[in-house]
């Protein structure tokens, strides 16, 4: 079992930068794909990154150059630095693990979620 739970969200203008950090917790977080959804308001959830167990990197096209997934298994941390923002970016984000170690972008195959963490990018 996995527990995991985000944290820095906040407010922040168009432009600026957050990083959200996610802890994790079980055995063997190094073989765990992890990444990020997002989900504003009225819409469904999307996927905004992952990283394989080898490191590999995903990115949703609309993040691609400005989010940056990274982790630290010693730690058990995932975190993403997300630049550039825009009121588009408005969303609660999740943290997320699966035990196997590939990347998808379809939510149902996520086996462990966060609670989330608010994001709101203002104009």
């Known amino acids: 079992q996995v527990q995991l739970v985000e944290s820095g969200g906040g407010s922040v203008q168009a432009g600026g930068s957050l990083r959200l950090s996610c802890a994790a917790s079980g055995r063997a977080f190094s073989t765990y794909a992890v990444g990020w959804f997002r989900q504003a308001p009225g819409q469904e959830r999307e996927f905004v990154a992952a990283m394989n167990s080898g490191y590999g990197t995903y990115y949703a096209d609309l993040v691609k150059g400005r989010f940056m997934i990274s982790r630290d298994n010693s730690l058990k941390t995932i975190d993403l630095q997300m630049n550039s923002l825009s009121p588009d970016d408005t969303a609660i984000y999740y943290c997320?693990?699966?035990?196997?170690?590939?990347?998808?972008?379809?939510?149902?195959?996520?086996?462990?979620w966060g609670r989330g963490t608010q994001v709101i990018v203002s104009s």
């Open positions: 997320v693990a699966k035990p196997t170690g590939d990347v998808v972008i379809s939510s149902r195959m996520w086996d462990y």
